[in-house]
């Protein structure tokens, strides 16, 4: 039976990710039995320290399951609180900390708390998909911010006031960025800050990949004043992508509207993920993580020479996250059919540019480059490999 | 330092809970050492079972803690679907079934798929507070539809077709209902069903509360067609409150459109938690859910019978759920001054009706009989007392 009603405009405007048909076709050449390696997903492949799983499994046994306060534990809050003291000297008051349902729980009390209806919101092309469509899904109206290859994806505070528009009310950006590694420095972000406050708007930092830098100094947006809203997950640095826990920092004065927002839009964020994160915070894994990280940039290195020895084009190694955001060689037009005939042939599996941005991303690839040294090294054979044949 | 920005307005408009200050003051009198006897907070009170803190900690340590798909694990999809095979006779395809993080992601998932900027959405008053601030967060226009308590806050296809306007796309209700524990019959469901329809709209079920009921057919508004959607969660019935999951059956030909939602909204459900819905689906603990029906439904008679001796309102017996929507004795005219006091003078925590409607619930409260049944008898002491005192 047909339905009566189509759904609605809105939702069906936004795109399907391209990488979603090359990860169901990855699956499908693994259950023939093909050796698919993966550098399409944004997951780090790291396994749960055994000090987390012992902490989850005394928690479920000991701890209420019961909803925790719309806001989170307040040990955890007052955890992350600290760490802004400990890791960036900052004094940032618990009572602006959200711990929310993934980093995505974050972005919405974000955009919900600063952004009216038809209110303008910039983002960055190339730029994380799920900024722009989750602004429209709260009836913003998205406007884009190039970015250009050439300067290797960074944001300045120039650009910032020649795409300012009179509705405009916010700028969203991430830093480190995904998918391009960018990281705008403490300078450029103190500049991009006061331009965006200069201008009459708030300034919305996701940090999702805060930590995961690798030359560059590791800081927050926090440090430009009290009125930036800064997004972070402890699925990137600490790996716990499928707990799905996040956090808010507010700007002064947003908490308790945020707070509003979270009891109506998820009620709580999940209570044995906030017990699991207490433990990640801890002292006691602090090492395991930078051990983590130093291995990330071991592997970044490696990644970006090989794929530069086979004529990828990339402006610069990037600071942060765990992406290249590299062009394809010369001759090579469109990413999605690179990346498909990639899989089918070499069962090589990456995501193409244009799930991230318009114009010059449909000749880009994103690759992760979250597996082991030995499977990178084997991608760039079997990617060698595919570049000659053709 | 001052923001420089207000927070938006309709993020600020959304009204607090009065119960969060009642919850507060409540914690602070057991700070105190004071006795308080919760009948606020919508949260079954029951332990988790042994067998799902095995299952939880068995998955733990077993199975990835990575991201699954956004629509969930597909064992678990298909496991909701045979349970609307085996309990209600429905063959519903799981490619429908979309897991979610709480029925909140459900509602996210459905209000999403189904309204576009200023699209006209129906909610009943009272009704679950976070139904129409959700839809005030995508965009809708929130139009209420108010119920009486003479009819014991019934819904009837006559007053659908009454408040039905151009714009209107969706009627979303919920039933059971949070807070009157009113129960939509089948055949009334099906009227409602056929005037939405014919109206040109789509029917949204909030079936949160499913399972839940006492006396009355338990039933789905999938029965009705392949057009409805309904939400559900595993808070309630199976008492998972923390693990924040739920669930959507979309309507035939929205699920695409709902998925690329969830990747949007919030990437995919947390893992763990659907490993633990997966073991409270089984059939080993068929039999203690059904068990703790039969308790609630003692408890339930027992306030019911109680609150009517002590003068309080109530036009029928609720038949879901686990509330009664119980009018304030005569001459005592406002429902939050009563819980203020009621907590100060008795430690006796209850939700002042204005959470949920307007108008009349003004004078009503919502009591929660989710506590012992001696926690409930001592209630009515202290009610009495209380009642008499004055």
């Not at 993966?38 to 492949?45: F, N």
């Not at 709260?138 to 884009?144: E, S």
């Not at 406050?197 to 708030?202: E, P, S």
Request: proline letters at 6%; one cysteine or more; a neutral charge.
């Amino acid at each position: 039976m047909a339905t009566p009603m189509p759904a609605a405009r809105r939702a069906t405007r936004i795109e399907p990710f391209q990488v979603m048909s090359i990860l169901e076709r990855a699956k499908a050449l693994e259950a023939q039995g093909r050796d698919v390696i993966h550098m399409e997903v944004g997951e780090p492949r790291f396994p749960l320290p055994a000090a987390l799983v012992e902490a989850a499994r005394r928690a479920v046994a000991e701890e209420s399951m019961g909803y925790t306060p719309s806001a989170g534990l307040p040990a955890l809050r007052q955890a992350i609180a600290t760490r802004y003291g400990e890791r960036y000297g900052l004094d940032i008051d618990p009572a602006r900390v959200l711990v929310t349902p993934g980093g995505s729980g974050a972005l919405q009390l974000a955009l919900g708390s600063v952004l009216d209806i038809s209110d303008g919101v910039l983002v960055t092309d190339p730029g994380y998909p799920c900024h722009r469509h989750m602004a429209v899904m709260v009836g913003a109206d998205v406007r884009t911010l190039p970015l250009d290859a050439g300067d290797a994806w960074r944001l300045d505070a120039a650009q910032v006031s020649a795409h300012w528009g009179e509705s405009v009310r916010a700028l969203l950006l991430a830093s480190p960025a995904n998918p391009t590694g960018a990281v705008v420095d403490v300078d450029s972000m103190r500049r991009i800050h006061a331009r965006v406050r200069a201008l009459g708007g708030v300034l919305i930092v996701d940090e999702t990949y805060q930590g995961l830098v690798y030359e560059v100094e590791d800081h927050t947006a926090l440090a430009c004043g009290s009125d930036v809203a800064v997004v972070n997950s402890l699925s990137k640095y600490f790996g716990l992508t499928g707990w799905r826990l996040g956090w808010l920092v507010a700007p002064e004065g947003y908490a308790g509207v945020a707070e509003r927002l979270a009891q109506n839009l998820y009620l709580a964020p999940p209570t044995l993920a906030q017990h699991v994160a207490l433990a990640a915070l801890g002292p006691e894994l602090a090492g395991e993580f930078e051990r983590r990280r130093a291995l990330l940039r071991r592997r970044r290195d490696l990644l970006f020479q090989g794929l530069t020895e086979l004529g990828f084009g990339m402006a610069a190694k990037p600071d942060g996250a765990f992406y290249l955001f590299a062009s394809l060689p010369p001759r090579w037009g469109d990413g999605l059919r690179f990346a498909r005939e990639l899989l089918e042939r070499e069962a090589v599996a990456v995501t193409p540019g244009s799930d991230f941005g318009s114009g010059a991303c449909q000749g880009i690839l994103r690759i992760a480059y979250t597996a082991e040294d030995a499977r990178l090294r084997e991608a760039l054979v079997r990617l060698r490999r595919f570049l000659r044949a053709d």
